[in-house]
T-cell receptor
Framework: DVKVTQSSRYLVKRTGEKVFLECVQD?????MFWYRQDPGLGLRLIYF???????EKGDIPEGYSVSREKKERFSLILESASTNQTSMYLC????????????FGSGTQLSVL | AQSVTQPDIHITVSEGASLELRCNYS??????LFWYVQSPGQGLQLLLK??????LVQGIKGFEAEFKRSQSSFNLRKPSVHWSDAAEYFC?????????????FGTGTKLQVIP
């Protein structure tokens, strides 16, 4: 079975801290995604990556950056966390062919105080 | 830019009744279309997907969806709902550009099933 592993299930940080969310997949997928999920807003795409060191902005990239130094790992970085970044963060991976389903991690619930 | 609209935030149906969840998409070409389900405290699970071919697609758990290009819709249906279907349902559109695929989700529809 494909595994997408997010490093933390729950995370509490202070305003202004730099936050790293890590995601690792074991299926050699080219595409990886970071979404945030908020009640009533669904899943919103923050960033995605289609190859090592390649990244594209999603619909809400402001306040975030990403890193993909290795194919299996995709990191989301909050340079200076703010309270409005309190959310559930979901990582996903998928193949390149198109139309392939995404495999999701179990999510990281981030609280910024 | 692609987008997905799920006009119903919350739907309540009786167990055994039929179900239809609405999804409208916006994309210039033929998109990949998906329905995912998220049960309480669980991750997202793919119910079904469409790219080409028969416009009526069958999925898991007895769900089906119909692609209607003229209406830019991809509505999800089930003839008889079970209590275990209570969950949040997300429609998604995937657009392929060059070597990558961008997948955009709707805001979700929360389904409540009453006895």
């Amino acid at each position: 079975d494909v595994k997408v592993t997010q490093s933390s299930r729950y995370l509490v940080k202070r305003t202004g801290e730099k936050v790293f969310l890590e995601c690792v997949q074991d299926m050699d997928h080219e595409n990886m995604f970071w979404y945030r999920q908020d009640p009533g807003l669904g899943l919103r795409l923050i960033y995605f990556s289609y190859d090592v060191k390649m990244k594209e902005k999603g619909d809400i990239p402001e306040g975030y950056s990403v890193s993909r130094e290795k194919k299996e790992r995709f990191s989301l970085i909050l340079e200076s966390a703010s309270t409005n970044q309190t959310s559930m963060y979901l990582c996903a991976s998928g193949g390149t062919v198109g139309g392939e389903k995404l495999f999701f991690g179990s999510g990281t619930q981030l609280s910024v105080l | 830019a692609q987008s997905v609209t799920q006009p119903d935030i919350h739907i309540t149906v009786s167990e055994g009744a039929s179900l239809e969840l609405r999804c409208n998409y916006s994309y210039g070409a033929t998109p990949y279309l998906f329905w995912y389900v998220q049960s309480p405290g669980q991750g997202l699970q793919l119910l079904l997907k469409y790219f080409s071919g028969d416009t009526l697609v069958q999925g898991i758990k007895g769900f089906e969806a119909e692609f209607k290009r003229s209406q830019s819709s991809f509505n999800l249906r089930k003839p008889s709902v079970h209590w275990s279907d209570a969950a949040e349902y997300f429609c998604a559109v995937g657009a392929r550009s060059g070597g990558y695929q961008k997948v955009t989700f709707g805001t979700g529809t929360k389904l409540q099933v009453i006895p």
